[in-house]
């Protein structure tokens, strides 16, 4: 499979609904702590992003279970439409007319919740209609036009929402609003678990679909393996940035251009998106022979690797090569993360299986926040040692959940 047309209907429809929706929402997201900062204080606005991120949590988790029990669609349409609906209330909360932060935060806590619920939900759907040998190619697409609007959302936030914020809400809520319209319409229910209606919706309930995926060792592996191997990333927004701030004295760069620190960071965040952006196909053609397993470990290798001396290294030339090889790991790895997701994610409880997995993000941001204080107490090359560390125990814990997931698929092959 390595065509977009010959994809299910349903599938198409929602890359394009998905690359929409996170092409509008990346024009605003960057820019709410300093908006926010500036009207509240760093302090209050610190706190007010710490509760708005529980609230996203605690969505996640309702979502994830709702989904299992009462099907992907109603989820789906619930909340990209309460996504649209706190983005309007958003939007006039913040307008030329009136400016209230704080009930601005109680909108956006309202915001995350639907946010929370909307992103197992529809990561849930692709996966109930993703063919297992479509499975690479789908994943490449998403991740590939993830890359896309966020480079393409981040950089018009750039320049215009300082000044024309109240506009981009009520753009974000129009196209979350057209997005659950379309999700109604032209998109059919995927949910297949029997006897839906007769399962509790209780707290008990919800704890006992979390229980049994936490009891499903595999997949906790899995998850531990994805927190460390992804949370080196987070390190370039936080304990990187700082180091390179820190560390670079200005210099040139290719004979024209004078660079320092904060300006490397933005260079190698544009760079990731870039190559991503536009080696993907090449990568992919470059790879294909390769086995699964054998992709898996060399891109996560390069990954681990690179990112252990980008928090070292401080000549620009050096940091500019060592984040292209960082991409290209990352190019290599993240399908076939993505698709043994998929089969490790029992169907019956998929929503629940991916509400965990959507609370990485959340992890990777605590272990960042722990390497700044870390790192201003240790050397530099000790860091650098314990990125490296944490990243080889993350592949190593990875190649055995694809070794088990390869032992578990040979039983099943001998039991039919």
Known sequence: MNSFFQLHRSIKIRLYLQFSTHLVTMTIIPYLAIYFSHLVGTTITGILVICVICSGLLGGLVGGHLADQIGRKKLLVLSEFGLGISYLAIAFVNSSWVVLPYVSFVFFLINMFCNGMYIPVSTAMIHDLVKKNERKFVFTAIYWLSNLATAFGTIIGAFIFQDYHFYLFIIVAITSIISSAITYLFIGETFTKKDVNRVSTSTTSIWSS???VLHDRTYVIFLIATLLVLSLESHLTNYIAVYLKESVKESSLFGHFTVDGVNM???????NTLVIVFTVGMITRLVRNMSDQLRLIVGMLLYVVGY????????????????LFISIGEL??????????????????????LALNSFIGQGTM??????????????AYVMSGGFFLLGLIGVLLMVNVMNLRTREDSREKMID
């Open 210 to 212: 979390y229980r049994r």
């Open 265 to 271: 960071v933005g260079i190698l965040h544009a760079e």
């Open 308 to 323: 252990s001396f980008l928090s070292y290294v401080t000549a620009p030339i050096w940091l500019i090569g060592i984040m």
């Open 332 to 353: 290599m790895y993240i399908p076939i993360r993505q698709s043994l997701l998929a089969d490790l994610a029992d169907k019956n409880y998929r929503s629940s299986y």
């Open 366 to 379: 605590i272990i960042a926040g722990a390497a700044i204080t870390i790192g201003g107490k240790v050397p």
